[in-house]
């Protein structure tokens, strides 16, 4: 008899995506303030149009909107990251969630959890960025190993997020659930996720009975 073998296991995929994308907006706003390749000119309407500035062709607004442009290039990956966290401090308090999401992407990508996981609670306070920047903690504290306290910051984030980010909150809340032993909400989350999603039912019903108390 054929060895039957298991469905792919979500959570790898889950952690696969996290490793790239956690939404695609988040993707999208990190694309478009991203350095490398892109001219200073871009950047700075970037900067401007996801800080939802109004007014940054005024001369002092403009000056500070160069200056970060400027910053946002540098080659060197040391100046350019102590130059955001001093601008972070120092900088026009419209650019700093700009500031703060490139600094969120440099210390995910140096592995820098702790830095980002800070970085991602700075984006927070711009009400607009709120669930995405919960997403981004949720990230980093989930690839630090802290899943309970990423439980707790994706299941405040469930109480009032959009339908739009529901997948999202939900696909990590299973995996940080899980890992952090709090079985009946992961339960509770993979079958939200079999309710929704098309393509994973195999291994969502799989993960369901493993979760599931056995009579």
């Known amino acids: 008899m054929e060895e039957r073998k298991e469905p792919t296991d979500i959570l790898k995929t889950i952690e696969l995506e996290m490793d790239t994308d956690i939404h695609p907006l988040l993707k999208k ?3 478009n303030i991203k350095p490398i390749g892109i001219a200073v000119g871009g950047i700075v309407t970037a900067v401007a149009i996801y800080s939802g500035v109004t007014s940054y062709q005024e001369a002092q607004h403009a000056k500070a909107v160069s200056e970060l442009g400027s910053i946002m290039i540098l080659a060197d990956k040391s100046a350019r990251t102590e130059k955001l966290e001093a601008f972070a401090q120092s900088g026009p308090q419209e650019l700093r969630p700009a500031v703060q999401l490139e600094l969120a992407q440099i210390f995910m990508n140096e592995g820098n959890f702790d830095k980002a996981a800070s970085a991602w609670q700075a984006v927070s306070k711009n009400e607009g960025m709120r669930v995405i920047a919960g997403l981004g903690e949720a990230k980093a504290l989930i690839l630090k190993g802290e899943y309970a306290k990423a439980v707790e910051i ?22 940080a659930a899980e890992k952090a032993g709090q079985t009946d909400l992961a339960l509770a989350e993979y079958e939200a996720l079999k309710s929704k999603e098309s393509g994973n039912e195999a291994f969502l019903d799989y993960k369901i009975g493993t979760l599931k108390p056995k009579s």
Do not use: V
């Open 154 to 175: 994706l299941s405040g984030l469930k109480k009032d997020a959009s339908e739009e980010f529901a997948p999202a909150i939900s696909a990590n809340l299973a995996f």
């Open 29 to 31: 706003i990190l694309d």
